[in-house]
């Protein structure tokens, strides 16, 4: 298996791959690895406080807000975190300090990072009525690089309004998307077969080629994005399919077009295509994946050479 990106991907944390001399089975071996398997941290749980309390000036603050705690508790564990393979963070089922442990008293710097927040409604005095709490006002409490990054900064929480407050602790952890989906660091994990398109007739495809269309990158759809009358650029026939739905089928255009331009499967070639959450950049996250799966293969040879020795 050779994997490439396509030229000018990522953008920001889209990918798009190209991957060769390889098949199907393990292509979406590799998409279900990302979705299930590969480590990322999540917010795992929350202590909140409760009760009232006063500020300096003797207002009075109620721990209310307008969400329920565990419905704010799943959009905390929804907040992309930071992940830094390079951390060697431990799962909390394998770390040396808290292994043994009973689940509740697990949990050490060497296995999970550790957030609060602390915010406060309007005070009585504040023209305003409400306040927004967003991910940026978490603050970290184990290392500052794993705070929320900027473009994560402006994720709404919940609103505070006069004589409210909230205040909690959250726990993050590193955990594997088959045991929640707060764990998976990518979505819209899709491939498919590699194709060419091919220009079997110039003239009709005028038809397309009148319309004005362009490709994602500004590009003229015409004659120009063929040499030798084949395009072969990914990014390209991805755009040149999407074209065609104006000349196909109920569009009263697909007679003059006929088989102007057709697509041939490229074998044992995929595009494949995903887009990271923000915990991890696509590079870590399909490196990571080639690791887990390179193990994973590692540990089926060892056991098979033990089971036939």
């Known amino acids: 298996m050779d994997i490439e990106f396509v030229e000018g991907w990522p953008k920001e944390n889209k990918v798009r791959l ?7 089975a393990q292509v979406n071996a590799l998409r279900r690895t990302i979705i299930a398997d590969v480590p990322k941290l999540a917010i795992s749980r929350v202590d909140y406080s409760q009760g009232v309390t006063q500020d300096n000036k003797g207002e009075v603050y109620e721990s209310v807000n307008a969400l329920p705690d565990e419905v704010l508790a799943h959009r905390l564990a929804m907040v992309p975190v930071p992940t830094n393979p390079e951390e060697k963070l431990y799962f909390p089922d394998e770390c040396p300090n808290c292994m043994d442990l009973a ?3 697990k949990g050490c ?5 550790l957030y609060t927040l602390s915010a406060r409604g309007p005070s009585s005095e504040s023209e305003e009525q409400f306040k927004t709490v967003y991910t940026g006002d978490l603050t970290t409490i184990s290392d500052p ?3 929320v990054r900027e473009e994560h900064r402006r994720i709404p929480l919940t609103i505070l309004a006069q004589g409210q407050y909230l205040e909690f602790y959250a726990f993050a952890v590193l955990g594997r998307g088959r045991e929640h989906a707060k764990f998976t660091p990518a ?11 091919i220009l079997n007739d110039a003239k009709a495809a005028e038809t397309l080629f009148s319309l004005n269309l362009t490709t994602n990158d500004g590009t003229k759809i015409d004659k120009s994005l063929f040499t030798k009358k084949v395009c072969s650029d990914v990014d390209k026939v991805l755009d040149l399919e999407k074209a065609m739905h104006q000349v196909g089928a109920g569009t009263g ?3 003059a077009f006929g088989d102007a331009i057709t697509f041939e499967t490229i074998p044992n070639e995929f595009v494949f295509m995903f887009e990271s959450d923000g915990s991890l ?3 870590q996250i399909i490196n990571s994946a080639m690791d887990e799966l390179q193990g994973r293969f590692s540990r089926i040879t060892e056991e098979l050479d033990f089971a036939l020795a």
């Open 281 to 283: 950049t696509p590079e």
């Open 145 to 147: 690089i794993f705070d």
């Open 253 to 255: 255009r697909e007679e």
């Open 18 to 24: 190209l991957i060769k001399n390889t098949d199907s």
């Open 103 to 105: 689940p509740k008293d």
């Open 109 to 113: 710097p060497s296995c999970q990072v």
């Open 187 to 197: 979505s819209a994990i899709t491939f498919r077969p590699n194709r060419k398109a």
